[in-house]
């Protein structure tokens, strides 16, 4: 009796194994971070919601993945020369197309100590940067959100539209 529980336990242990490896060397890794340049701005707090990534191939209305948030709200402005950790998930080998980032909110600080809460009308940021995912390694997207081109001020009130500056890919 004592030597079949000890077979199940290791036969339990062996497939659990198996199934680890196989996530881990078959699957890839996506980390999507955010930078920006020097600018005008103390702080400026942005709140992202989404982050999804497309599959090469695919149509537009499926082949759509999340790419689960490591971080919520990001002070890009602090972000000068750096990049931080936005989000991350694991995937299937292959070519993805396409990067969505959904901005739900954003404030800002001007160096002088004002606070501006700012409108977002269009929170969808896109990329077309083409990128592969390989077995048991990360892939890296950099998304400079360009502060400068993002953030206008127009009859009084101030708009936060995400615009992209480059793209690096590693």
Known sequence: MRRALIALVLAAALVLGGFAAY?????????????????????????????????????????????????????????????????????APGKYTQIRIVVSS??????????????????????????????GSTTTLTVDIDLSRSIVMASGTWTFTPVLGHITVA
């Not at 890794?29 to 701005?41: H, K, S, Y």
């Open 106 to 135: 954003a404030t800002g600080q001007l160096a002088n100590g004002t606070t501006i809460t700012f409108s977002v009308p269009s929170g969808e940021l896109k990329t077309t940067t083409t990128f592969e995912i390989r077995s």
């Open 23 to 91: 996530v881990y060397l078959y699957e890839g890794e996506l980390d999507v971070r955010v930078m920006d340049a020097v600018g005008d701005w103390a702080h400026v707090d942005v709140t992202f919601t989404d982050v999804w990534a497309h599959e090469a191939g695919k149509a537009d209305d499926v082949g759509w993945h999340n790419v689960t948030l490591a971080r919520t709200t990001v002070d890009l402005a602090s972000l000068v020369n750096i990049s931080e950790l936005l989000a991350n998930a694991r995937f």
